[in-house]
């Protein structure tokens, strides 16, 4: 894009000639001149090779670069006609919400109620509104199950699904089209593309932590394995997907 290239007035997150750099590296860029515009109520999947800096563009966007993970940073990124480099956690807190790969590294508290309230009480929500709100999200998200448990008695897929129901792939589809149907954009960064084929609008390949190419879902379908290889992506067909990750088992869960 050109160097006056601007993201549009209905984009809900952009980044705009953003780079940074970790605090203590000698040389190299986590992100160089990131160009990115997510219109609101879209699916983007960030899509790479490991290492590529899908993970850098997501703390990017929560506000965890430069204000946990510091170091220098070029550019600017909006969520929502907010700065997150420089906005208080507290009210960034309310317009953004991430969920790691590893659950047991965003837990607080030892019950599931307990921890779905947190977030709830650390904005001052009155305790009745909290509780409502509890049981609420928990029908809306197919979670009931999960309520009023202990955390350490969960399994692996449980604690997953307790911040965003990933009990099964099939089930993490369903969470995010309902998510979707509340009008929220979501931001995937995955080089596994089967589980989320059918929602998203775009994939955004990153490399060398800049945007390389964008596919449509057509052109994602339509991508050969080789290709797919060559680009550090997965399988798109489901059928295809579960087959390579479990070839011999009669049953695959993840968790």
């Known amino acids: 894009r050109p160097a006056t290239w601007r993201p549009s007035a209905a984009a809900a997150v952009s980044a705009t000639h953003v780079s940074f750099r970790h605090k203590g590296a000698s040389a190299g860029y986590a992100l160089d001149d990131l160009e990115l515009e997510v219109p609101a109520g879209e699916v983007v999947v960030l899509c790479g090779r490991s290492g590529c800096g899908k993970t850098t563009v997501t703390r990017l ?151 390389a190419r964008e596919f449509s879902p057509e052109d994602l379908r339509a991508l050969s394995e080789e290709e797919r290889a060559r680009l550090g992506l997965r399988a798109v067909d489901p059928a295809v997907a579960m087959a390579v990750t479990c070839p011999a088992a009669p049953a695959c869960a993840t968790g």
């Open 61 to 211: 966007l929560n506000g965890l670069i430069p204000q946990f993970y510091e170091g220098d940073l070029w550019g600017r990124a909006d969520v929502l006609g907010v700065d997150p480099s420089v906005e208080p956690i507290t009210r960034l807190a309310t317009l953004v919400g991430s969920v790691f790969q590893n659950p047991k590294s965003q837990f607080f508290n030892l019950t599931s109620n307990d921890e779905l309230a947190f977030g709830l009480e650390a904005a001052g929500v009155d305790a009745d509104a909290i509780e409502e709100r509890i049981r609420a999200t928990g029908g809306a998200l197919h979670v009931e199950h999960l309520l009023d448990r202990g955390v350490t008695k969960m399994s692996g897929g449980e604690k997953q699904s307790l911040v965003f129901d990933a009990r099964a792939i099939r089930v993490l589809h369903d969470q995010i089209a309902a998510i979707l149907a509340r009008g929220k954009t979501v931001i995937v960064a995955e080089h596994r593309l089967y589980f989320v084929a059918d929602l998203i609008d775009r994939a955004v390949l990153i490399e060398g932590g800049r945007v």
